[in-house]
Structure formats: C-alpha cells, structure tokens
C-alpha cells in the first residue's frame, strides 16, 4: 500500500506540474498578443489572477481528498471546474507548440542559409557593385518588401492563429460528449489450465463502476442494461461502485438493474465508493443491491455444479488504499478445493497483493481504474493516466497460469468525461486451455 500511496504522489505531483507549465505557456502568448493589440492590460490580469487561483484550488482538493479519502460534493464540483479550465488549455498549448517549433526551424534554416549563402568563396572575389546591378538589388529588396506582412495583416494572422487553437477545444468537447456514453464491448477469451469440460465457452458479461450520480439521465442507464442482456452471457457479475458516495444516487439506476437477467445469476462486490458513507447508508445500500435480484457477496462464496464438475465463485469486500473490508480466506472458505476459481475483489492491487504466485485463483475480475478515463488505445498497445498509479490497469493481464481483467467501467469518477477510453461492458468467455 505504501508503494501505491507513492505512486499517488508522484502522480498528483506531475499533474500539477504540467498544470502550471500550461498555463504559464498560454498565459504568457495571450499577454503577448493582448500587449500587440495595446488593449487594456486587465485582459491578460484577469486570467493571470484566476490561474493562481485554480492552481491553489486544485492543489487544496487534492490534498483533501489524500486526507480524508472521501469524496465530496465540494471536492466533486472542484473536479469539474478545474476540468473546464484546464483540459482546453492542453490542445490549445499543443498547436502553440507546434507553431513555435515550426518557427524556429525555419529561423534556424534562414541563419544557416544566410551564414552559407554570405560565405566568399576564394575563388570568387569581392567585386564593387556597379550602378547597374545596385539598381537590380534595390528592386528585388522593394519586391521582397511588398511581399512582407504588414501590420494589419500581421494582426489578422494572429487573431486567426488563436481561433484555430481553440477549434481542439471545440473537437474535444465533443469527443467528450460523445465517448462518455459511447459503451463498448470487450470480447475476451479467458484460457483456464483446470476448467472442466463442462464450463469450457461458458460466458461471463461483465460490469463495473456504475457510479449512479454520475449519470444525468436515465437513457445511459437502459443503454447498459440492454447491450449486457443482448449478449446473452451465461452470467452477470458487477464489480463494485454502485454509487459515488451517497444512497441518494440510488433512483437514477433503481428501475433498471432489476432488470438484468442471465441464466447462472447476477452477481455483485462492493467498491471503495460504496463505502464513503455512513455506517446506516451503507447498509441501506447493501439492502437495496439484493432486492434487485443481484446475488451480493461480501466475502464469500459458492459453487457451480454441473454433471459432477464444479466451479467456484468467491467475492471479497474491498481492498485498496486506506481500505481493508476484504478478507481473502473468508471469501475462499467455502470453495471446493482443487476446482477452478473465479475470484472477485474490485481493486486490482490486490492481485499481487494476495492472488498471484499466492494462491490457486484462476481469474480475478476488477475495475476500480476506469482506465483513466483519458488516454489512447491502438489495438492492443494502450497508454492512460491510471498506468501512472496502477500496474494493472485496464484490460487483460497474465502470469503463468492465473490471470487478472481489470475492466475500464461504465460511469465517471471526478472529472465528468472520457477521451481515449470508452466506457466498457466485457464479455469473457471461459476456455479450457
């Protein structure tokens, strides 16, 4: 827990960083250009004024979301402001960048031109100019003036570049818009060196990090619902975060997980989220998942059987930093020894905390990463924040024979917006390698 806490550190560290590098480069062009157009020196103080006060502010909630390790409704709409003031900057600093880095090579081209071009040959003395050829030099340097940018041309560049920069904001805004509730479905086939022949292309469809309150409407909610029951899997299981921190958030989701039906059952864990409450709210919570027909497990287990061949399924409360609800050998109690095992713990850490090279267990399901929420996938090569806290992260991860799926969840946590990593439903079909 302490090399995670670390990595937190690190984190937060850089992110604050790379916020002040950006909006001191911003800031700095937007003088620039406010001072080239003499308008009033308030134009550029303002925004100078509200940086310092944005970089203090984020610096504040992040401390106190380390102190208190719960989540607020301040500390919630500080997410969002400090979101739409920063994340239009990055595009914006990226084609500024770019635009100077441009500028400075063809500086350099002309230096080095000009240096090569100048140099006198030995075999080419300096001759005095005649009036003739003074005449031609004058004119090509009137032509080569008239071809210069004025002023106001200058000015018209200028005022252009700035809108062009902020055109990423506006394609940004959109994909934000547009990929939050862009679910997508995972397909992944799990090899497993001691299933039985019986559960060989037995199907698992996956859910995770719902967060109620991050939804604000229901439509997101049916849209879920109905592309897990499309797949038709053998089974549910929902790991974990059902709500961001309040029972409240509950009736957002309330009329449609009843809804979802697979022949083995719905199955659920609880997440760090479903913690950040009350003693009294948390059971209330608890209440609420097993009325809606989802099988709750906290720290247990139970056993599938078909024709004489068994498969275990064990689910532990939630283990992760600062959070120690989740007890292994409890959960793993009951189990059948010597049968493949399926285990679900929503953190992913504690796969090497406890599971790998530790146990017997043949797959950990997870989420509690969200992927991100912003990073790029290519095929299978993918880069996110969260890999800058967690080793495990999103997708498929193997070590011999046991292997772990940390799937990228369906709602949102903190800043309210996904790029690069869509929400994600797996569907996991189980093979007997």
């Known amino acids: 827990m302490q090399s995670q806490t670390l990595r937190f550190f690190f984190f937060f560290l850089m992110i604050g960083i790379l916020q002040a590098l950006i909006d001191s480069y911003v800031i700095i062009k937007w003088r620039k250009y406010v001072r080239r157009r003499t308008w009033s020196a308030y134009f550029y103080r303002i925004p100078i004024g509200l940086a310092m006060l944005f970089f203090c502010l984020s610096a504040y909630a992040t401390w106190q979301r380390q102190i208190n390790g719960v989540p607020n409704v301040w500390g919630s709409t500080m997410s969002v402001l400090l979101a739409l003031w920063y ?43 005649l009036p003739e050829q ?35 904001f506006v394609i940004m805004s959109y994909g934000m818009a547009k990929s939050l509730y862009d679910f997508q479905v995972y397909r992944i086939d799990i090899p497993m060196k001691n299933l039985p022949r019986q559960f060989d292309g037995m199907t698992i469809a996956q859910i995770s990090d719902i967060h109620a309150g991050s939804f604000l409407a229901d439509a997101p909610v049916q849209e879920i ?17 059902w709500v961001n ?76 930093l600062r959070q120690y609800f989740g007890h292994l050998p409890t959960a ?36 509690h990463t969200h992927g991100g929420q912003f990073g790029v996938e290519f095929g299978t090569k993918q880069f996110g924040v969260a890999q800058m806290v967690y080793k495990q992260w999103a997708g498929l991860y193997s070590e011999g024979a046991q292997h772990l799926y940390v799937n990228r969840g369906v709602g949102t946590t903190g800043v309210p917006a996904r790029i690069g990593i869509p929400p994600e439903i797996t569907y996991l079909t189980l093979r007997k390698a």
Not at 135 to 163: I, V, Y
Not at 288 to 303: E, M, P, V, Y
Not at 360 to 365: N, Q, R, Y
């Open 87 to 129: 994340l239009p900057k990055l595009p914006i600093s990226i084609v500024m960048a770019i635009t100077d880095i441009g500028k400075a090579i063809v500086l350099c081209w002309e230096i080095l031109r000009k240096k090569i071009t100048s140099a006198p040959t030995p075999t080419s003395p300096i001759l005095p100019t």
């Open 225 to 241: 619902v109905r592309i897990t029951n499309e797949l038709q899997s053998d089974m549910i299981i929902i790991s974990g975060d």
């Open 245 to 320: 921190a309040r029972t409240e958030e509950i009736p957002r989701i309330a009329p449609y997980i009843p809804k979802l039906s697979a022949p083995l059952g719905v199955w659920g864990s609880l997440g760090n989220h479903d913690h950040y409450m009350s003693d009294a709210d948390h059971q209330r919570l608890i209440t609420w998942i097993r009325s809606t027909g989802t099988n709750l497990l906290i720290n247990q287990s139970t056993i599938f059987d078909i024709d004489g061949e068994y498969l275990n399924l064990a689910i532990t409360d939630n283990i992760g």
């Open 134 to 168: 003074k005449a031609a030099q004058q004119h090509n340097e009137s032509e080569l003036k008239s071809t210069t940018p004025s002023s106001s041309r200058r000015d018209f560049l200028q005022t252009a570049g700035w809108a062009l920069a902020g055109t990423p």
């Open 332 to 367: 793993m109690a009951k189990t059948r020894e010597g049968a493949s095992t399926i285990l679900v713990s929503h953190d992913p850490t504690f796969w090497d905390i406890a599971v790998r090279e530790k146990t017997t267990i043949d797959l950990m399901l997870s989420g």
